[in-house]
């Protein structure tokens, strides 16, 4: 049987067919054009996209890879960028611009090694193209950094003789001669540069030297000049805008922006409405972004603008519609349901911004942000094991995400890994590794690590450079730790006259006091900061525990119930007063704050654990079994949660085969802890195995021996056969028990059998 195709279905069939046909040169060369065109428009996130296509259809070609290296360069995304461009390169060791782009950015560090391995790229180069001007000015830019200057103004001279018109060259000689304080060099290569007819980019590379060499007047000519040049100069504009705000004239500045926000490079479009925004006339400016996002709904850097404007504005409601609206017209769009979830986070709404999350991730499943957002959720709800891995795989997609590497550290020094930590920080990028958080995460781990030898020697160098609370905070933690409690004090108090706020050290000048056993002037100064800043939710929830902590439970509630007005949602208060009705025997009102925590803020861990406790002191088994186990799904290093469990396991589920598991766990993890290894102990005497059981729980009763473990180590010799053992032991047990307690009770029994 024949088929026709007639109409619109031929013409579809028609392309069809042409589509399969053409080859892969022919797709790629298609695609690149495409990438071109949106390049050339600015519309970088398409250009992407299409050189994403032109990849695909030809993989080993280089121009594609070089393409999407500049697309992403574009984008600040220098990462993607180095991965491409490094692609082409080895792709085609010949290819001059991939070369000449990727050797700019090795040089943008400040490694030793990659400045190297950028020179001889860039000597390579300038061995097969020696009149390349851009070659020239990137290997000039090289020697510069590797401390050659002569080296680099030789090739910055053959570069302005060859081109003394080019933008580059010319402004980067006039910078080297400048910063060898030969000022008026650097102005007359400048102006011999500006040429004929003029160069708009020079003109305002000259008026920015005349700027900062203190000549407005100069400046602001040659500012004019670039515009009489080029009137859509946005540079010129830019500079002469920043002008008029240092000098007061918030009229000529609006009017410059206004103009700039005009001009057809759609990056500029939102710059009037962020001028006003920063001028405070933020109603104006949020209608002006309204009105641009309404007619570019596209356009995601207005979006971004008028989001960060609607929040610096306290309109979470708008905010939130504004990323609802953009997802309910286009699921699909990744970025507004990151920006979405980050919002979530910052509401406390985790199971919102874990389901933003979730969404968002099969489409970007390369993305650190996300992960690092999934790990902000996982810390919220006490999930160590999570957040650490979860920080670990943004670190690994992208290493130079600062945040997630100092809060992988700060995680690692709280979890008493500070080796692990101070590895993390060692593998921070050279670029990053001077930055002042990095230098001080750095002293915390070696604080951690008890290497008060080298932290001395970094307070003495890079820390001593950085004058900030947090480097007198961690001083002060030094110093108590070698005992020099009024040094320690004396910092303690330097950082909080900068900071009331800074818990670290309200800390440690409480333990200043602690230590010397004065335990009543430790809640006194507390209370002082406390009630400075009454406001202070983490303030109040600190003075509530040192005060449980002295036993005063009345100003501790208190304490915790100002905390918790401050802010409902703070977690600390309401466990601290959890923490109070255990200890007041209110076990129904702990229940029911706990079971609410859950419901509210999803797997909670510390909220779990303590359910757990408080089901087992209510004689429910099972059900404190079950929150044990979600306890661990979420930290599987949680002792206290190992060892609850085996034990419940062990001697209330009849399983000893699978408590064994978790107690081996929980004393790998911790082989100095009785409560563990008793547990451990109790466990092998479930299974019958009673030689090794004694063994444990002798070693539980060296390390602390009451009644309890007393009673477990006769018990265990008395299946053993060991009657004198299993007496000395039981007789122990009937000592430390108080009178009608069931280890006394269940002693005497066995006592009787002895007998």
């Known amino acids: 049987m024949r088929v026709y195709f007639t109409g619109l279905a031929a013409v579809i069939f028609l392309f069809s067919l042409i589509a399969c046909s053409r080859s892969p040169e022919e797709k790629q060369a298609r695609y690149l054009v495409s990438g071109r065109n949106f390049v050339a428009q600015k519309d970088y996130t398409r250009a992407i996209l299409e050189f994403k296509n032109a990849i695909e259809a030809k993989p080993d070609a280089p121009d594609a890879y070089y393409e999407i290296g500049l697309a992403y360069l574009a984008t600040g995304d220098w990462q993607q960028a180095a991965v491409n461009l490094k692609r082409a390169t080895d792709l085609n060791p010949g290819h001059t611009g991939a070369q000449i782009k990727i050797s700019q950015l090795m040089a943008a560090s400040d490694d030793q090694a990659l400045l190297e391995e950028a020179r001889k790229r860039l000597e390579g180069v300038f061995q097969t193209s020696p009149d390349d001007v851009e070659a020239m000015t990137a290997l000039a830019v090289t020697e510069w950094k590797l401390a050659k200057p002569e080296e680099a ?49 020079i003109l305002v590379a000259l008026g920015e030297f005349y700027f900062q060499r203190n000549r407005p007047s100069e400046a602001a000519e040659q500012f004019e000049r670039a515009l009489r040049a080029d009137p859509k100069h946005a540079p010129a504009l830019l500079d002469l805008a920043a ?38 006339k933020r109603d104006l400016a949020i209608a002006e972004l309204r009105g641009l996002h309404q007619k570019t709904p596209e356009d995601r850097t207005v979006r971004d603008h008028l989001l960060a404007a609607l929040i610096w504005s306290d309109r979470t409601p708008d905010a939130e519609r504004l990323l609802s609206e953009t997802v309910k017209k286009n699921p699909g769009d990744v970025d507004a349901l990151l920006q979405r979830a980050g919002l979530y986070l910052t509401l406390r709404r985790y199971d919102e911004a874990e389901n933003d ?79 002042a958080p990095v230098v001080i995460q750095r002293g915390w781990a070696l604080f951690a690590m008890r290497k008060t030898d080298e932290l001395e020697q970094a307070l003495k160098g890079d820390l001593g450079r950085i004058d900030t609370p947090e480097v007198h905070v961690l001083s002060a933690a030094l110093r108590l730790a070698q005992n020099r409690t009024a040094e320690a004090r004396r910092l303690a108090q330097q950082a909080l006259a900068e900071n009331p706020e800074d818990l670290r050290a309200l800390g440690i000048l409480a333990r200043s006091y602690t230590e010397e056993r004065n335990l009543p002037e430790a809640v006194r100064q507390v209370a002082v900061y406390a009630g400075q800043r009454p406001k202070s939710a983490p303030l109040q929830q600190y003075l509530g525990s040192l005060l449980l902590a002295s036993g005063d439970r009345v100003q501790a509630r208190a304490a915790f119930s100002r905390s918790r007005a401050v802010d409902p949602a703070f977690l600390p208060a309401r466990l601290g007063l959890v923490q109070i009705d255990v200890a007041e025997g209110k076990w129904n009102e702990a229940k029911t704050s706990l079971v609410q925590i859950v419901s509210e803020h999803g797997d909670n861990l510390m909220a779990r654990l303590w359910l757990g406790d408080l089901e087992e002191k209510a004689g429910n088994a099972s059900a404190a079994i079950e929150q044990y186990q979600r306890v661990i799904a979420g930290d599987q290093d949680n002792i206290m949660a190992l060892n609850n469990l085996a034990f419940l396991l062990a001697d209330s589920a009849g399983k000893p085969d699978e408590a064994l598991k978790y107690a081996e766990k929980a004393v790998e993890l911790a082989p100095s802890n009785p409560a563990v290894v008793n547990t451990l102990g109790w466990v092998l005497y479930q299974k019958g195995l009673y030689e090794l059981a004694i063994k444990r729980l002798s070693e539980a009763v060296k390390l602390e021996g009451t009644a309890r473990r007393n009673l477990h180590l006769g018990m265990a010799y008395l299946k053993h056969g060991d009657r004198n053992n299993a007496r000395a032991a039981l007789d122990m047990a009937l000592k430390l028990s108080p009178p009608g307690a069931p280890e006394a009770r269940q002693a005497k029994e066995l006592m009787a059998v002895l007998n």
């Open 153 to 201: 103004e030789k090739y910055l001279r053959r570069a302005f003789e060859k081109a003394p018109q080019n933008l580059d060259s010319s402004v980067a000689l006039a910078r080297l001669k400048a910063a060898q304080k030969q000022f008026d060099e650097a102005e007359k290569i400048l102006k011999q540069a500006v040429g004929e007819p003029p160069s708009a980019g």
């Open 357 to 435: 999350l979730s969404k968002a991730l099969p489409a970007r499943p390369d993305s650190a942000e996300t992960h690092y957002l999934f790990s902000k959720i996982r810390e919220a709800r006490g999930q160590i094991l999570t957040q650490r891995q979860e920080l670990d795989e943004a670190l690994r997609l992208k290493p130079e995400l600062l945040p997630a590497r100092l809060e992988l550290a700060e995680l690692l020094i709280r979890t008493n890994s500070a080796k692990i930590a101070l590895d993390v920080l060692d593998g921070t990028p050279a670029e990053q590794k001077k930055l």
């Open 243 to 280: 002008m008029a705000v240092r000098a007061g004239d918030a009229a000529k500045a609006e009017q410059i922006y206004k103009r700039i926000s005009e001009l057809p490079d759609k990056q500029y479009r939102p710059i009037h409405a962020v001028y006003l925004f920063q001028s405070g």
